[in-house]
């Protein structure tokens, strides 16, 4: 396992990576790349850090490697759920000044958080700071999931409704939708926005908050129907968390999604490639290793 996961390993990091715990974890992960999953959500209030919270732990505790890419700031994020302090961000690593030894967090056995609100707020910038840390991402991305059969992205809600880099890249992304007329609603938008912009032809949809799993199954079945007439995307039902949101998705992600890419190009992200402006764009089915 990577130093995070396994604080027996030394911080040295660089060579931990040779010879027979390269072979373990190959022989451990089958040589796949690690499923990425991105938390979405049109609005706050719908349980989606708590689900997500609870997922993670349900995963690492049956085994798992488990990494979440934070990109909330405190109180309301994965980290002060677990009862720790973000003291680093991932965009003092991308710019050189920390290690990922100094900033990624042991929330349990098997389980390491990342901050991100940082990077989610300024990867996208168009100066030099956001360029030089964009050069670093692919790098620092397959470090990180070193050992991780799971990475989990809680995404952060941004004017105008965007997404950041890291939540773009993921191979797969989940819209968390609670089951009230606005927040369906604000869900539709979102999903409506990042397939007409960036060419997403595919989501994974939970539902929180619903009176029943009918209900549940309804607002996504109707929810499906009008994405498919009206975007021409594809939307699967990945599960139910009801009133209160206490449930989580492990089984749903262990069984639902496809399975990952073998020895993908940029492990389990599909990443951002540069225009000549400098702004990141995500090309449909491109995996692309930033120079």
Request: proline share 4%.
């Given at each position: 396992?990577?130093?995070?996961?396994?604080?027996?390993?030394?911080?040295?990091?660089?060579?931990?990576w040779?010879?027979?715990?390269?072979?373990?974890?190959?022989?451990?992960?089958?040589?796949r790349?690690?499923?990425?999953?991105a938390?979405?959500?049109?609005?706050e209030?719908?349980?989606?850090?708590?689900?997500?919270?609870?997922?993670?732990?349900?995963?690492a505790?049956?085994?798992?490697?488990?990494?979440i890419?934070?990109?909330?700031?405190?109180?309301?994020n994965?980290?002060?759920?677990?009862g720790?302090?973000?003291?680093?961000?991932?965009?003092?690593?991308?710019?050189?000044?920390?290690?990922?030894?100094?900033?990624?967090?042991?929330?349990?056995?098997?389980?390491?958080?990342?901050?991100?609100?940082?990077?989610?707020?300024?990867?996208?910038?168009?100066?030099?700071?956001?360029?030089?840390?964009?050069?670093?991402?692919?790098?620092?991305?397959?470090?990180?999931?070193?050992?991780?059969?799971?990475?989990?992205?809680?995404?952060?809600?941004?004017?105008?409704?965007?997404?950041?880099?890291?939540?773009?890249?993921?191979?797969?992304?989940?819209?968390?939708?609670a089951?009230?007329?606005a927040?369906?609603?604000?869900?539709?938008?979102?999903?409506?926005?990042?397939?007409?912009?960036?060419?997403?032809?595919?989501?994974?949809?939970?539902?929180t908050?619903?009176?029943?799993?009918?209900?549940?199954?309804?607002?996504?079945?109707?929810?499906?129907r009008?994405?498919?007439?009206?975007?021409?995307?594809?939307?699967?039902?990945?599960?139910?968390?009801?009133?209160?949101?206490?449930?989580?998705?492990?089984?749903?992600?262990?069984?639902?999604?496809?399975?990952?890419?073998?020895?993908?190009?940029?492990?389990?992200?599909v990443?951002?490639?540069?225009?000549?402006?400098?702004?990141?764009?995500?090309?449909?089915?491109?995996?692309?290793?930033?120079?």
């Open positions: 396992m990577s130093d995070w996961l396994n604080p027996g390993i030394g911080a040295d990091g660089g060579a931990s040779a010879g027979d715990q390269a072979a373990g974890l190959r022989r451990l992960f089958g040589g790349s690690p499923q990425v999953v938390f979405v959500s049109g609005r209030a719908c349980g989606r850090t708590t689900l997500l919270v609870q997922t993670a732990a349900a995963l505790a049956s085994g798992r490697g488990v990494l890419l934070d990109e909330n700031p405190a109180p309301s994965a980290i002060s759920a677990f720790l302090t973000a003291r680093h961000d991932l965009f003092q690593v991308l710019q050189g000044e920390r290690s990922l030894h100094q900033t990624m967090l042991q929330a349990a056995p098997m389980l390491g958080i990342m901050p991100a609100a940082r990077a989610a707020r300024e990867l996208d910038n168009a100066n030099r700071s956001a360029a030089a840390a964009r050069r670093n991402l692919a790098a620092c991305l397959q470090e990180m999931q070193h050992g991780v059969g799971f990475v989990l992205v809680d995404t952060a809600i941004r004017r105008g409704g965007h997404l950041s880099p890291l939540a773009l890249a993921a191979r797969h992304m989940a819209v968390v939708v089951a009230q007329g927040a369906i609603t604000h869900a539709y938008a979102l999903i409506k926005r990042i397939a007409q912009e960036r060419g997403r032809e595919g989501f994974q949809i939970v539902i908050r619903a009176r029943s799993r009918e209900e549940a199954r309804a607002i996504f079945d109707n929810m499906r009008v994405a498919h007439e009206h975007l021409n995307v594809r939307l699967d039902y990945l599960g139910a968390s009801l009133a209160p949101v206490t449930e989580h998705l492990a089984d749903a992600l262990l069984q639902r999604l496809p399975p990952a890419f073998e020895d993908g190009i940029g492990g389990g992200f990443l951002p490639a540069a225009d000549l402006t400098g702004n990141l764009i995500v090309r449909a089915g491109q995996v692309a290793r930033m120079a």
